[in-house]
């Protein structure tokens, strides 16, 4: 009761219908209930453990609207997907029923927030910042450039540039220190 909690949900929470559908997945209508079901009871659980509970919510391909007129990557308008749909929902059930939790969905590709004095970048990894597959090969020196062309961005806006960066997409975990 006397801690904080920070949980981050950085997209692909669906298998949504980028991929041909033979590979067994469930219709989209279960998919959505299932995921929004899961997360639903998970954060409601915590609430009742935490002083506070702050989700920050970025989402990723599997979940985009494959009725855009790109069917490729998300690059306008990413915000637009049945996984923010998700999260929607989630900030509507659980900041009504639990005073304790904040929900943040923002409508960029990335989600920006402060962790213990700390800026905190989080993107899921497949347009804003691609970092590329850890289980094939990590270019840490485009990596770097491409964060740093992102910090200075928001120098220019007055804000401090972020010292975490948290990206998905990946499908392999791994730490990097710059």
């Known amino acids: 009761k006397d801690s904080s909690l920070v949980l981050c949900i950085n997209g692909d929470i669906i298998a949504g219908l980028i991929h041909n559908?033979?590979?067994f997945v469930d219709l989209l209508a279960k998919q959505y209930f299932l995921a929004l079901n899961i997360l639903a009871q998970g954060i409601s659980f915590i609430a009742q453990?935490?002083?506070?509970v702050e989700v920050h919510c970025s989402t990723g391909n599997h979940g985009r609207n494959m009725s855009k007129s790109s069917k490729d990557r998300a690059t306008v308008h990413k915000w637009d997907s049945y996984e923010t749909m998700i999260y929607i929902a989630l900030k509507m059930i659980l900041e009504e029923k639990h005073k304790n939790v904040k929900i943040n969905i923002p409508e960029t590709p990335y989600n920006r927030f402060n962790l213990h004095g700390h800026e905190v970048y989080m993107t899921h990894g497949?347009?804003?910042?691609?970092?590329?597959?850890?289980g094939k090969n990590l270019n840490m020196g485009a990596i770097e450039a491409k964060i740093n062309k992102i910090n200075n961005g928001l120098l220019k806006d007055g804000k401090d540039?972020?010292?975490?960066?948290?990206?998905?997409?990946t499908h392999t975990p791994t730490v990097q220190v710059m």
């Open 161 to 169: 540039g972020f010292k975490i960066a948290m990206v998905g997409h």
């Open 21 to 23: 559908q033979e590979w």
């Open 49 to 52: 453990h935490y002083q506070s």
């Open 126 to 134: 497949d347009t804003h910042l691609e970092v590329g597959n850890p």
